[in-house]
């Protein structure tokens, strides 16, 4: 918790002094009105009193109560304004921290936990700094404040004070012991509902493609209901504290009264109205000292929630990046748009067997590279190290002949146009899912992304949008087709002009005859750059210059589609399931 409590900048540290400042007014004017009461209560049973004097006090009490006011107004808006810049500050630095972790990272936290932790963790902080600020202060300087003032008027009120609190304490502490550990189940269960929801949403074609609404509502009660029973116990335990702490307030009110009464009997005549005026005085302090240990226990009710969450972000704030940038950030040699495999193996940080064994080739610029194999045979693996997602296990892969681990990460990934295998389509217009990103040059203009998108073979369908080209893309292009989207995500890798282009199965949604024309022209745009395509189809591979047989993570057979057929069985092998006799007697 005090590692986060660093985020807070020097101005929100004078707010929180300031706070203290008006805390210790706000309590010294609530402490005073006792006084006043008392004087009044005095001033009534006294004869010869003036109503100008307990005007005078009670005119005290008013400013009193005023003050108080105003002074928690102030410190009510400066601990939210701290408290909410302290979740602005810690949430940016969790987001830009994930940003940049491995993928094999994201993996260990999921995606719903990673969610949960930017949001309803860094809430639990908040909220416990902002009532901290207030509370926490104010609690034991009005404890101490107020037993300081009671301790001198009677022994005999300040023992039963004693005993109240020692009872509240003990309850708080039991209560404590309980639920505690609860907190930590609590917040993993809010990581699985908001996995489960997550799931659901975004597969709620496949579940109402199948009737899986019964199964899916299930699994949603299954850990619904294991959330809601977890809170409702906690809750449950908790409730006993309120009645609990008004026993003590009303028990101890009636002992200080029932105790008062039997002295005030006792006591000289003289002595009464003192005596009588004391005991007012003390009941109120008595409940200001009840009140400040009420309020402590509050804090500690959050504090154990808070801590959990504190743990739960410091977890991935602490996560050390496994994929570190290096130094160089422009080119060094004449070499553009090479990639080199030297003797690559990878195998992924909690794996203990190869994904890819030895791998070596080198592509050159203008050439077309193609990756074919049958599925997890590690082809989409092999072209994901280049842009460093994961970085080599052994061996090392060098583009425009300087490795790639030498190069920063953004330089590096600015050679590269990466279309993934699952088209991602963000929620913005067809004009900025285009230009997207910073590509170190000059900003994407209209006139490329249109140029881009024709030869994507989109313009058909764009254009037919409502909007055209400033038409707003749903969340994850839901709006479009999945042949579209690849399209798009084609789209926005020309329109970077980079010196690599990496097709991960880039072209697996559309027809053949759009896949035809679509290489046609892609092929005569990219002809000074280098493609890399990962492919199922042989169709969408068969002309390129090289192609690279992949089976268990071993290259097996490379050359052109001509001579694969005559030398790779595995090769052959896939060919014979996708091409007709004829088709392969005239390749």
Request: contains cysteine; aromatic residues 8%.
């Amino acid at each position: 918790m005090i590692k986060l409590l660093k985020n807070l900048g020097k101005r929100e540290l004078i707010l929180a002094i300031i706070c203290v400042a008006l805390v210790v007014v706000q309590v010294w004017l609530e402490l005073k009105m006792p006084d006043y009461m008392s004087e009044i209560t005095v001033l009534v049973q006294t004869e010869g009193s003036q109503m100008q004097e307990i005007l005078r006090a009670g005119g005290y009490m008013i400013l009193c109560a005023l003050g108080s006011l105003v002074s928690a107004v102030i410190v009510g808006y400066f601990a939210s304004k701290i408290a909410a810049t302290f979740s602005m500050k810690v949430r940016k630095k969790l987001f830009t921290k994930v940003e940049n972790l491995a993928i094999n990272e994201i993996k260990k936290f999921s995606t719903s936990s990673l969610i949960t932790r930017t949001t309803n963790d860094i809430t639990q902080i908040q909220m416990l700094i902002a009532m901290g600020l207030q509370v926490s202060i104010r609690a034991p300087i009005t404890a101490v404040w107020a037993v300081t003032k009671i301790l001198h008027k009677n022994w005999q009120w300040s023992a039963l004070t004693g005993i109240g609190v020692i009872v509240l304490i003990s309850v708080i502490a039991i209560l404590m012991v309980i639920v505690m550990p609860k907190f930590k189940i609590v917040q993993k269960l809010i990581d699985k509902i908001n996995g489960v929801t997550r799931e659901n949403l975004t597969g709620i074609r496949v579940v109402r493609a199948f009737n899986a609404e019964s199964y899916q509502e299930e699994k949603f009660e299954k850990v619904n209901e294991k959330l809601t029973n977890q809170q409702l116990f906690n809750q449950k335990v908790f409730s006993i504290l309120s009645p609990t702490m008004y026993l003590v307030m009303y028990f101890l009110t009636l002992s200080i009264y029932f105790l008062g009464a039997y002295m005030i009997r006792d006591a000289a005549m003289a002595d009464k109205i003192v005596l009588f005026g004391d005991m007012v005085v003390f009941s109120s302090y008595g409940m200001q000292v009840i009140m400040s240990f009420l309020m402590i226990a509050m804090i500690f009710m959050m504090l154990p929630r808070a801590q959990v969450s504190a743990g739960r972000i410091n977890e991935v704030l602490d996560t050390e990046i496994s994929i570190k940038d290096g130094k160089i950030n422009s080119n060094l040699t004449d070499e553009k748009g090479t990639v080199e495999f030297k003797n690559v193996s990878f195998k992924y940080p909690d794996g203990e067997e190869y994904v890819l064994k030895d791998i070596s080739f080198k592509a050159k610029r203008g050439e077309t590279i193609a990756f074919i194999g049958s599925t997890g045979s590690g082809k989409s693996t092999l072209i994901n190290l280049i842009p460093r997602f994961y970085d080599v296990t052994d061996g090392e892969i060098l583009v425009d002949g300087v490795n790639v681990k030498d190069y920063t990460q953004s330089f590096l990934r600015n050679k590269i146009g990466y279309i993934s295998q699952r088209a991602v389509i963000f929620n913005d217009t067809v004009n900025a899912n285009i230009a997207y990103g910073e590509n170190g040059k000059e900003k994407i203009s209209e006139k490329k992304i249109k140029e881009a998108i024709e030869v994507a073979q989109a313009k058909d369908f764009v254009e037919k949008m409502e909007n055209g080209y400033e038409t707003e893309m749903s969340q994850g292009g839901t709006n479009v087709s999945g042949g579209q989207k690849q399209r798009l995500s084609i789209a926005r890798a020309i329109a970077r002009d980079p010196e690599i282009y990496i097709f991960d199965d880039s072209f697996s949604a559309l027809d053949y005859k759009t896949d035809s024309i679509l290489r046609k022209e892609l092929k005569k745009y990219t002809k000074d750059a280098t493609t890399l395509i990962v492919a199922q189809r042989i169709g969408t591979i068969i002309n390129s210059d090289k192609i690279i047989v992949l089976d268990e993570g071993k290259v097996v057979g490379e050359g052109t589609h001509k001579e694969l057929l005559q030398n790779c069985e595995v090769y052959k092998q896939i060919a014979i399931s996708q091409l007709s006799k004829e088709e392969l007697e005239n390749a």
